[in-house]
């Protein structure tokens, strides 16, 4: 008899220990289940947001090209002053969910041209006084090195924060993290003057964007033609005029505007409007 009971009692928590150990098994297995939805939800969400910037950074590069290309092919004199015209004439209110709006043949800018427009605009101001000296013809004077126009152009393309440090010389090299590194108050009087050039819509709407001022300014300082292995900037061939030896001032302006709309342009086509943004991925 106590052998049996004993037998019966053993088979009972053989069963019991079996069913533990299965529901043990299931709650594991929704477990890792659970585990591997979660993981695979957000490498999805993580997969979306790159294919977001990855296409954003697309189109921003095609029509950068595309610009490039119209400008090269019109017959538009100073697309830097026509970038400005129609910062000037539309609103924030004119913005529109379709970025090829006034391409497809649509009015209004939409907040994709627009961004463009706002960058073509300010930085084109500088970068066409910039090559308007370089290619007045007497080299002597008017040469350039790349690295004379990158101390000038970051600062200027900082806004008004950045001429600010320029100015007052709140950093230097010693700091590691400073942003313009130097002071000049004479560039930094002249940057400003030139800022106060550009139009209060044309400044809001470059200032609302935050460019990424270090990738920008670099990618601009790189588009630019250069000429004795890289330590000045090249300028522009003479004209080719048969009615006169030397363009008129208005002419050399157009052809300089010219040139550093299509610099601009390669440049965005290289980081983007908003370069700083697409490279800090989560």
Not at 106 to 112: E, H, I, M, R
Not at 154 to 168: E, R, W
Request: net charge negative; with cysteine.
């Amino acid at each position: 008899m106590g052998i049996s009971n004993m037998g019966e009692g053993g088979g009972s928590r053989r069963v019991m220990v079996a069913c533990v150990v299965m529901v043990m098994v299931v709650v594991l297995m929704c477990v890792v289940t659970g585990n591997a939805y979660q993981s695979n939800k957000g490498s999805s969400a993580s997969a979306s947001s790159s294919q977001e910037m990855y296409v954003q950074e697309k189109e921003e590069m095609l029509y950068a090209e595309e610009f490039i290309g119209r400008s090269s092919a019109s017959n538009e004199k100073n697309p830097i002053s026509s970038a400005c015209a129609r910062i000037n004439s539309h609103s924030s209110d004119h913005f529109t969910d379709s970025r090829m709006t006034t391409m497809n043949g649509g009015g209004g800018l939409s907040a994709f041209e627009w961004e463009f427009d706002a960058v073509l605009c300010y930085a084109g101001t500088f970068m066409s006084k910039m090559l308007s000296e370089l290619n007045s013809g007497d080299k002597s004077s008017s040469a350039k090195s790349p690295e004379h126009v990158h101390l000038h152009l970051q600062p200027y393309l900082g806004g008004q924060d950045a001429l600010t440090q320029l100015l007052k010389g709140n950093e230097n090299a010693d700091n590691a993290t400073c942003f313009v590194c130097y002071e000049d108050t004479g560039a930094a009087n002249g940057l400003m003057q030139l800022r106060e050039t550009v139009s209060v819509a044309a400044l809001k709407a470059y200032d609302a964007i935050d460019v990424c001022v270090y990738d920008l300014a670099a990618a601009i300082v790189i588009s630019i033609p250069k000429e004795q292995g890289g330590r000045l900037l090249k300028p522009l061939p003479p004209p080719t005029s048969t009615s006169s030896s030397s363009s008129s001032p208005t002419e050399s302006e157009e052809r300089s505007a010219i040139e550093a709309a299509q610099i601009i342009m390669k440049a965005v086509a290289l980081v983007g409007v908003n370069g700083c943004k697409n490279n800090h991925r989560a």
